[in-house]
């Protein structure tokens, strides 16, 4: 078994999965469409109630007065995390639905690599329709969508999509476990997206509940991304210092997800097996 | 174990943990055991039939033998690759339809389902394209490969099914219960390219409540009732086994004479006489196997009796499913 057998394996099943969405558009539309509204949203509720010096009250907080494209940047970090939460969990649980799951289980190719290959769809799905959906939203909010240090901003997304998705693997374990997607996925995912400050600088958090969100790498890639575009300051003050973190959850998590989604494996076939729903 | 064998059993347990409701939270933690020291070994180049009601562990037994499930106790081989310490080498070796038409992308089309278990099943992109189209070809699935799974039916997906097990030209097939939802041609064909199949060198265990199915198909079969393997061998053997009465039609002119002449036999236990479509018949009830048919024959020929035809009652392995559980296989499957 080689590593180029095993990768071919991964990278079919990344186009597969891409095939599989071609044929639901509408899901594709979604994907762009929700960041625009997400944004939309306060971006009005700031035009309807801001008082006069309301970018300065923003900048102040947050430091940038381009409210505008620092909440298209929290959209757009949220559909990236809200992807990644239900094509990676859901996605084990749908598979496990479908009766799917078990054929995935007959197949020399290790699970890890079909996991991978999944990965690597959502990733592109997701970075695609995200980076349309904010040049879009910007167009549509008249805003310039490449201001500031964009390679810099989409590298702190490249390197934060790696312990985002371990994470999802994480908890895909728990939800083949358990076997309650939805809720779990929900309660999950709403929770990451709180802390991680889509639309509010995680500053103005109280100390404790800081810590906590520091302790999600969304987090720092969403500050990333703020920084580079729109300058609003790294946690460490240099770009780099920020990105060595996210390298250090990039190094750890997905042997922390592997490792959790192992052991759940081995407990559920050591019982009822993968295909019991 | 026996290395050269394609699946070596030894006393194989499982038991499942479950969790009978008891109202709306409370909930109490129960055992099931599925497999109760299962030993069998299934030789190379045979269909080997499981037979066995619902829930009698069949389904169990083939999950741990292709590595979804981990036994709770025993030791399993298959193709020489011990299930759980060598769990890809094991994978690679087997074709498996397990989960019928559960088992496929239903938004994929045909063909491209049977390629990207190709991927899975490691063949480059060539091979993978090849080995879809010879499936496909095989199976006679032209005219739909190219449409979404979803558009199929019932039975096209099963066929579509059998072909995935086929994609890594496996020495071992691990085929469970492949005819559900097939009509009755439908089946019949399966049956054949299985058969053809196992003719080419392919090892066939095969998973089935029909009795006539494992009865025309099997080599031999195992009965396995409630975890606990009952009865193992040919077909032959097993009705071998029941060492039930003989009976046997002669068609033809028999007279009251010749009658009288078998009743003399110690080995006859009864005679009666039938008409069917205008044809008379005396049937004949022995004690035994037929090792004295021939004996039977001369003495009513030697009556001068004229026979047209002569046939047998011979035991089906629903008499041996009976024997050996004491419920019949149709009863137990439907309250199930």
Known sequence: MTLRANLSAMLASTRMRLLFVSRYPGQLAMDIIVPIVLAALPILLGRAGGAANAEAVFEANTGTSNYVAYLLIGSSALNLVTNAFWHMAYWLRREQELGTLETLYQVPTPRIWVAAGTALYSAVRSVSTTLIAFWLGCQIMHVNPFQGEVALALLFILIGLVPLYSLTLLFGAVVLKIKEANALVGLMQWGVIFLMGVYYPITIFPPLVKVLALLFPPTWMTNGVRAALLGVGFFFGTWYKDLAVLWAFMLVTPWLGWWVFSRVEASVRRNEGMGQF | ?336
């Open chain 2, 1 to 336: 174990m026996n290395s050269s064998a394609p699946i070596q059993v030894n006393n194989l347990c499982k038991i499942y943990l479950t969790r009978q409701r008891k109202g709306l939270f409370k909930s109490q933690k129960t055992t099931v055991e599925a497999l109760k020291d299962v030993t069998l070994q299934v030789t190379a180049g045979e269909i080997f039939g499981l037979l066995g009601p619902n829930g009698a562990g069949k389904t169990t037994l083939i999950k741990i033998l292709t590595t979804l499930l981990l036994p709770t106790s025993g030791e399993a081989w298959v193709n020489g690759f011990h299930v759980q310490r060598e769990e890809n080498k094991v994978r690679a070796s087997v074709g498996c339809m397990l989960m019928g038409e559960r088992g496929l992308y239903w938004k994929l089309t045909g063909r491209e389902n049977l390629e990207y278990f190709g991927a899975l099943y490691h063949l480059n992109p060539s091979q993978r394209k090849q080995r879809a189209k010879d499936i496909i070809d095989l199976l006679n699935l032209d005219e739909l490969a190219d449409r979404s799974v979803e558009t199929y039916s019932s039975g096209q997906k099963m066929k579509l099914a059998f072909g995935k097990a086929l994609v890594n030209d496996a020495p071992l097939l691990v085929l469970d219960e492949p005819t559900n939802t097939l009509d009755v041609p439908s089946a019949s064909e399966l049956r054949v390219i299985v058969r053809n199949l196992n003719k080419e060198g392919k090892t066939v265990v095969y998973t089935t409540h029909i009795m006539n199915e494992a009865e025309t198909l099997c080599d031999r079969v195992a009965i396995i009732d409630r975890g606990q393997l009952l009865a193992l061998g040919t077909v032959n053997e097993l009705k071998a086994s029941l060492r039930q009465d003989q009976v046997t039609h002669f068609e033809g002119a028999i007279s009251s004479k010749a009658e009288n002449a078998l009743r003399q036999l110690p080995e006859v236990l009864q005679t009666s006489r039938s008409t069917q479509e205008g044809k008379a018949i005396l049937t004949v009830v022995t004690a035994g196997d037929k090792g004295n048919l021939p004996q039977l024959i001369e003495i009513l020929t030697r009556q001068g009796c004229v026979l047209q035809k002569i046939t047998s009652e011979e035991p089906t392995l629903e008499d041996v499913f009976i024997a050996k559980t004491g419920r019949t296989l149709a009863q137990d499957t439907s309250v199930k």
